[in-house]
């Protein structure tokens, strides 16, 4: 017999009442808590579950076998930690203290990742406590999700070749109210500095300027050099291995939410009508290059120098197909290349990781839209996420069809105060679990 959504908040509130945080401000006593906790969850549903120590927060592994043989087997990810709360003076109620208002239940994690999660894997107990799921899974709870950790990912790459049929991540959601969505990739992120160094010393720009090379000039020419085209192309050299979008993918985006509107949430101007016309390919399908800051010397004080010194913290987003260390050294030698006489170059790499795409005509993918559009009685848009998930990226790597999604909605306030999730969201994410697992039990036999 399902529980009701009622039992279903009420057990969730618990969860959230954890206060998970790995962002830095957390107690290791919570997350260790958290991990117990969503261990027990997973054997309440008839399944086994051990925590693994890491060198950082623990991994819970668990494991549901399906109510008949034989059964694909189906991973399910998600992540039990959560973002600091600061400023806590902005929530309206406590942050590890669940409160339901308006329909939406307010906590940290409400939507990212706990809520999100807890509807996945109540669906998946929902089945096997009534005999009815059809696949065997694996679960794995991540602790390091919100600081980048890296322990799940060596998990992943410890599997075996040919573990999986399948993946699903509640770690998305709807594009909007009314309209649940699957992403069929994430972007590949690269983050670093570049400086420019043009002489010993800063010198007296009353002096020495019109005449002496300047380091912030210098910076500025280069940035633009890296920027984008009309068309939204980086230069070409940082466009090997993009692939168009699939047609399915580019027939959803003239369903999508209005782009104007989407920036106007984000309290940004756009960057021109072009880029409002090629929104959604520019977001999720092509790499992208950003300047995160600009530091100059003494930026702050009142110096009139020719400065000697610049650097910029510099950002690409990249997609499916795309080697980011390939990419990374191309990003160097057109800068290199276009740095005038006098100036020299330096870069430092902070992180860089590889983006994914799957087709979205593969047997997991078409199942799980069906499934979702038949649970939901909502049409379901096929995207790209614009961030990155390295998990998904290790999954496709392994060759592992992943179906990301979720129920949270954009507005949900994820790592802001006042997070929270629409109770009827959440009933909703139960029911497209339930709904995918369901048909994956088809995986394998041509019914795709």
Same mark, same amino acid.
């Given at each position: +017999?399902?529980?009701?959504?009622?039992?279903?908040?009420?057990?969730?509130?618990?969860?959230?009442?954890?206060?998970?945080?790995?962002?830095?401000?957390?107690?290791? *006593?919570?997350?260790?808590?958290?991990? !117990?906790?969503?261990?027990?969850?997973?054997?309440?549903? $008839? @399944?086994?579950?051990?925590?693994?120590?890491?060198?950082?927060?623990? #991994? &819970?592994?668990?494991?549901?076998?399906?109510?008949?043989?034989?059964?694909?087997?189906?991973?399910?990810?998600?992540?039990?930690?959560?973002?600091?709360?600061?400023?806590?003076?902005?929530?309206?109620?406590?942050?590890?203290?669940?409160?339901?208002?308006? $329909?939406?239940?307010?906590?940290?994690? *409400?939507?990212?990742?706990?809520? /999100?999660?807890?509807?996945?894997?109540?669906?998946?107990?929902?089945?096997?406590? !009534?005999?009815?799921?059809?696949?065997?899974?694996?679960?794995?709870?991540?602790?390091? %999700?919100?600081?980048?950790?890296?322990?799940?990912?060596?998990?992943?790459?410890?599997?075996?070749?040919?573990?999986?049929?399948?993946?699903?991540?509640? !770690?998305? @959601?709807?594009?909007?109210?009314?309209?649940?969505?699957?992403?069929?990739?994430?972007?590949?992120?690269?983050?670093?500095?570049?400086? &420019?160094?043009?002489?010993?010393?800063?010198?007296?720009?009353?002096?020495?300027?019109?005449?002496? #090379? /300047?380091?912030?000039?210098?910076?500025?020419?280069?940035?633009? =050099?890296? =920027?984008?085209?009309?068309?939204?192309?980086?230069? %070409?050299?940082? +466009?090997?291995?993009?692939?168009?979008?699939?047609?399915?993918?580019?027939?959803?985006?003239?369903?999508?939410?209005?782009?104007?509107?989407?920036?106007?949430?984000?309290?940004?101007?756009?960057?021109?009508?072009?880029?409002?016309?090629?929104?959604?390919?520019?977001?999720?399908?092509?790499?992208?290059?950003? &300047?995160?800051?600009?530091?100059?010397?003494?930026?702050?004080? /009142?110096?009139?120098?020719?400065?000697?010194?610049?650097?910029?913290?510099?950002?690409?987003?990249?997609?499916?197909?795309?080697?980011?260390?390939?990419?990374?050294?191309?990003?160097?030698?057109?800068?290199?290349?276009?740095?005038?006489?006098?100036?020299?170059?330096?870069?430092?790499?902070?992180?860089?990781? !590889?983006?994914?795409?799957?087709?979205?005509?593969?047997?997991?993918?078409?199942?799980?839209?069906?499934?979702?559009?038949?649970?939901?009685? +909502?049409?379901?848009?096929?995207?790209?996420?614009?961030?990155?998930?390295?998990?998904?990226?290790?999954?496709?790597?392994?060759?592992?069809?992943? &179906? #990301?999604?979720?129920?949270?909605?954009? /507005?949900?306030?994820?790592?802001?105060?006042?997070?929270?999730?629409?109770?009827?969201?959440?009933?909703?994410?139960?029911?497209?679990?339930?709904?995918?697992?369901?048909?994956?039990?088809?995986?394998?036999?041509?019914?795709?």
């Amino acid at each position: +017999m399902p529980r009701t959504t009622d039992e279903l908040i009420e057990e969730l509130c618990a969860y959230l009442r954890i206060p998970s945080i790995s962002s830095g401000d957390g107690d290791p *006593a919570d997350i260790a808590r958290a991990a !117990d906790w969503v261990a027990d969850r997973i054997r309440a549903a $008839g @399944g086994t579950a051990e925590v693994l120590p890491t060198a950082a927060n623990p #991994l &819970v592994v668990g494991a549901i076998p399906a109510s008949r043989e034989p059964a694909p087997r189906v991973l399910l990810y998600g992540h039990y930690d959560v973002q600091t709360v600061a400023p806590l003076d902005a929530w309206t109620s406590p942050p590890f203290e669940p409160a339901i208002r308006d $329909g939406a239940v307010y906590a940290r994690g *409400a939507s990212d990742d706990k809520g /999100n999660f807890h509807a996945l894997l109540a669906g998946a107990a929902d089945l096997a406590a !009534d005999g009815a799921l059809p696949v065997h899974l694996t679960v794995v709870l991540d602790g390091e %999700e919100e600081i980048g950790g890296h322990s799940v990912i060596d998990w992943i790459d410890a599997q075996p070749a040919g573990a999986y049929d399948a993946a699903v991540v509640f !770690d998305a @959601g709807f594009v909007e109210p009314g309209r649940p969505a699957i992403e069929i990739g994430v972007r590949g992120v690269i983050t670093g500095t570049v400086t &420019v160094r043009t002489g010993e010393r800063d010198a007296h720009s009353g002096l020495y300027g019109g005449a002496a #090379l /300047n380091a912030a000039h210098v910076l500025s020419r280069l940035i633009a =050099e890296l =920027e984008p085209g009309p068309d939204g192309r980086l230069p %070409e050299p940082l +466009m090997a291995g993009v692939e168009p979008p699939a047609a399915a993918e580019a027939e959803t985006w003239a369903t999508l939410p209005d782009p104007a509107g989407e920036l106007a949430i984000a309290g940004i101007a756009p960057k021109g009508p072009e880029a409002l016309a090629d929104y959604y390919l520019r977001t999720t399908a092509l790499p992208t290059f950003d &300047v995160n800051a600009i530091t100059c010397r003494d930026a702050g004080a /009142n110096r009139t120098i020719v400065p000697c010194e610049a650097t910029a913290a510099i950002s690409f987003r990249l997609v499916g197909g795309q080697d980011s260390s390939a990419f990374w050294a191309a990003v160097q030698e057109i800068l290199h290349e276009r740095a005038p006489a006098g100036a020299e170059l330096s870069f430092a790499l902070r992180g860089r990781s !590889d983006g994914a795409a799957f087709d979205p005509d593969l047997p997991a993918v078409r199942l799980a839209r069906a499934a979702v559009e038949e649970a939901t009685g +909502m049409p379901c848009a096929v995207t790209r996420s614009g961030g990155a998930i390295p998990l998904v990226t290790a999954l496709a790597g392994k060759g592992v069809p992943t &179906v #990301l999604t979720g129920c949270a909605l954009p /507005n949900d306030r994820i790592h802001a105060p006042d997070e929270h999730l629409r109770v009827e969201q959440y009933a909703l994410g139960v029911e497209m679990a339930r709904a995918i697992l369901t048909a994956f039990g088809g995986l394998g036999d041509g019914a795709a």
